[in-house]
Nanobody, 115 residues
Framework: VQLQASGGGLVQAGGSLRLSCSTS?????????MAWYRQAPGKQRELVAS????????NYADFVKVRFTISRDNARKTINLQMNSLKPEDTAVYYC????????WGQGTLVTVSS
């Protein structure tokens, strides 16, 4: 399965971005919980947010709670991450994948937040 994240860019602190992730497999998407991860320069990849298959339950890392919102559209095989009140420390490459048991990683999308 291929996972393609998009929507990153350069934004000033306090700004917003909306990331999207599409998958090549409808089956993969509709049977799996999904998540957003990020990896900042020189740091390990970390889980940002996750959403269950039906979209009824979401979880967030403490450092993004209230500011970020994860959602999914099963018909379009996409998950989204609405990021508000961005901080310079949110600068990272963002990826989508399964939580707990990720499969092959896509290229990710770079988010740069300037101070």
């Amino acid at each position: 399965v291929q996972l393609q994240a998009s929507g990153g860019g350069l934004v000033q602190a306090g700004g917003s971005l909306r990331l999207s992730c599409s998958t090549s497999s409808q089956v993969f998407f509709v049977v799996n919980d999904m998540a957003w991860y990020r990896q900042a320069p020189g740091k390990q990849r970390e889980l940002v947010a996750s959403i269950t298959v039906g979209g009824a339950s979401t979880n967030y890392a403490d450092f993004v709670k209230v500011r970020f919102t994860i959602s999914r559209d099963n018909a379009r095989k996409t998950i989204n991450l609405q990021m508000n009140s961005l901080k310079p420390e949110d600068t990272a490459v963002y990826y989508c994948n399964r939580p707990l048991t990720p499969v092959n990683w896509g290229q990710g999308t770079l988010v740069t937040v300037s101070s």
